[in-house]
DNA sequence: ATACATCCTGTAGTTACTACAGGAGCAAGC
DNA sequence: GCTTGCTCCTGTAGTAACTACAGGATGTAT
């Protein structure tokens, strides 16, 4: 059974003009077309714009999902590469939570030095400083 | 004393194209001339420059630092605007932090599922699965 | 038959910069 | 005085990963 693009859009979770996207940077192959003109796309389509989705959810750039693909395409062997690529990408949201619960704790600091009621915002005063 | 912009890029830590570039979007007022044509910044233009920096550290936005800097030009009752803005923006890295955590989960699942050696790989398996 | 939904292509906008290209001016050493 | 090299100038284009039209063709439901 295949679906037009709205369908393929609701079964992957990926949005219409994503998929095209997707398509003209060759990330997924070009959609088969319907006599018609207009693209059509199979389960085995749609699962390939699922994992897309699951892999930018996890944070995989698009370049990285394009060699994911590529190693799902061949058979064996690949299971370190694949790895490698993830942990490569772990490390960089492990890295970004650091940052961001860093940002959080200035920041929580920062709001309560700040009260209502005052002639200077100690806030600002805090971020100009020095 | 006044710097030039690559002295006033090294002060501020803000680097020199995005000191232009800030000045382009006016975020920051345009800085004044030399008689040669080349830019002059004072103490007061780095200090901007540098809350700017300090700022975007935090996780503003530029539109939200646009109003910050706005908001310290002005003089007194703005703490809580200033308040305001940054609760809003500590929820957003609160919220960005919690997405990662969640990322950060499910790779360290995926990753422990894939051991090297074997024909298939599991964590791609997964990843298409359903 | 008519209205509305869905699809098409192609282009431009988003965020916050960064990276040139091509040229001018300035400071230091010979 | 001249060359070398650094810093600066403007203006444009590229980055990541989409998103949002415009303008038009086709499909579906009543």
Do not use: W
């Amino acid at each position: 059974m295949t679906h037009a693009i709205g369908n393929a859009a609701k079964l992957s979770g990926v949005n219409i003009e994503t998929i095209r996207y997707y398509e003209r940077e060759g990330i997924v192959p070009k959609a088969k077309r319907a006599e018609n003109g207009r693209r059509t796309y199979d389960e085995d389509a749609i699962s390939r714009l699922r994992f897309v989705k699951r892999c930018r959810e996890l944070g995989f750039a698009i370049v990285d999902i394009r060699t994911l693909l590529r190693l799902s395409d061949q058979d064996a062997g690949t299971c370190d590469e694949v790895r490698n690529l993830s942990e490569m990408n772990l490390a960089a949201v492990s890295a970004k939570i650091e940052d961001l619960v860093r940002m959080q704790n200035a920041l929580q600091e920062l709001i309560t030095s700040c009260r209502s009621g005052q002639t200077e915002c100690p806030m600002l005063r805090n971020l100009f400083a020095e």
